[in-house]
């Protein structure tokens, strides 16, 4: 029996709005659906069977990286159907694939569920460093597409991404927009960001701040007078001040810290959750404006008071993680069980459900 076309399965990916496809060997192939991973109708994929679907959507150069290095990282595009990002890898001596379906438009803060209002003033701001923080598959390259979007819609200035790989393509409005990929168009995000600015950007957006070399660059970058939009993998403003500091040796640390409490704009940290219905998902924002108060614990090595700061000043936009759950709840828009399943503190959540 022919083994099934990867054209099929990713055309079921869009029909069933699945927003992975996995393809493992001795298993069918698996559409994740809502967070949920679902089986297809084909039957199970063969060490061969695997192979030729990864294959079949890899150019020559990046199939001899692969069996090079047993790991890739791409993204294609299919006309009519979309843009898709890839991961190929090894898994007990077989060839796995996960794909991610990428949106087709670019949402605007109200699709995404993001506050307008704060993230309208933070796309306003010239200069300074705006991180959009959460797990893998929280929503974060959605939501710095639409900043990016919204930048190029209003403002003439040069806008450069460097991105591992690129994921939405953005074509130039107001803004000029340079989109530099990691092994395609630069060795390194820490290459490419010695040598930015001299390419007279305005705003950069670096796919993720993924080592020293590459959080040191986009603190000094934003010093310099440019506004920085980047992503870390951390589930909330305290943990993400930590980390940047952190990665940096600990005489050097103290520098970081008031190097940092300069240029921070905002801290976004993400969730996506099922919604109630049982269709679609929804965006849970933790939101950390770089207030005076913010800036000074920053400096002071003071990060564990962020989250009383974050409390009590929602009229400034600020709000936790916890309050973000208990206002998609009161909205019917998730469910108690997902509320406190997804909070870092399911007791201090316990007391707002009682107020």
């Known amino acids: 029996m022919a083994v099934v076309q990867i054209e099929t399965l990713l055309k079921m990916m869009v029909e069933r709005n699945a927003s992975d496809l996995h393809l493992s060997v001795f298993s069918p192939p698996q559409l994740r659906i809502d967070e949920k991973l ?196 951390t589930s909330d403003a305290v943990q993400t001040t930590n980390r940047i500091v952190d990665v940096f040796p600990a005489h050097q640390q103290q520098q970081v810290r008031i190097q940092l409490s300069f240029v921070l704009l905002a801290v976004l940290s993400q969730q996506l959750i099922p919604k109630a219905s049982g269709r679609g998902r929804v965006l849970a924002t933790e939101v950390m404006i770089a207030n005076s108060a913010v800036r000074s614990l920053i400096r002071e090595a003071k990060t564990h008071q962020l989250m009383s700061i974050i409390q009590t000043c929602q009229k400034e936009g600020m709000k936790t993680m916890n309050q973000s759950l208990f206002e998609l709840y009161q909205q019917k828009l998730i469910s108690y069980e997902d509320a406190i399943a997804r909070s870092t503190d399911p007791e201090d959540l316990e007391r707002l459900f009682k107020k």
């Open 38 to 233: 679902v089986p297809t109708e084909y039957p199970p994929l063969s060490p061969d069977d695997t192979k030729k679907l990864a294959y079949s959507i890899l150019k020559p150069q990046q199939i001899e990286k692969f069996e090079r290095e047993f790991e890739l990282d791409a993204s294609f595009g299919i006309e009519g159907l979309g843009r898709f990002r890839v991961n190929v890898f090894l898994q007990r001596g077989y060839v796995g694939t996960a794909i991610r379906l990428l949106p087709a438009g670019i949402m605007s803060f109200k699709e995404c569920g993001l506050p307008v209002d704060i993230v309208e003033s933070l796309c306003k701001r010239p200069k300074g460093l705006v991180l959009v923080t959460g797990a893998t598959g929280s929503g974060k390259s959605t939501t710095l597409a639409s900043m990016v979007d919204k930048i190029n819609s209003e403002r003439n200035c040069h806008i450069v991404i460097i991105e591992d790989p690129i994921e939405y393509i953005h074509k130039n409005k107001k803004a000029l927009v340079d989109q530099r990929e990691v092994e395609s168009d630069t060795h390194s995000f820490a290459q490419a960001l010695k040598h930015v600015l001299r390419q007279d950007p305005n705003v950069i957006l670096i796919g993720e701040m993924r080592d020293l070399e590459t959080i040191e660059a986009a603190l000094t970058i934003a010093e310099t007078g440019h506004l920085v939009l980047s992503t870390l993998h």
